[in-house]
């Protein structure tokens, strides 16, 4: 897992950033590469802990960055 990704992550969201804003600044490839570290090592339930993401978000963001529910 890519703390540095996850802090960037957090921050933007701390902000009230949307995710259009947060694929702008970190870039779909990292984010994608990021999600795909954690998951499905990871639940959903658990990825929506570590992020602060909610996981109806979460679906919507994977949705978005062509990552299937597994």
């Not at 702008?24 to 990871?42: A, G, M, Q, T």
Request: hydrophobic content about 35%; proline content about 4%; charged content about 25%.
């Amino acid at each position: 897992m890519d703390k540095s990704i996850l802090d960037q992550i957090k921050e933007l969201r701390s902000n009230n950033h949307s995710f259009h804003t947060v694929r702008k600044i970190i870039s779909d490839n990292r984010l994608r590469e990021f999600f795909n570290s954690i998951y499905p090592k990871f639940t959903i339930t658990e990825i929506e802990t570590i992020t602060g993401i909610p996981d109806s978000t979460l679906a919507y963001w994977f949705e978005q960055l062509n990552i299937p529910f597994i």
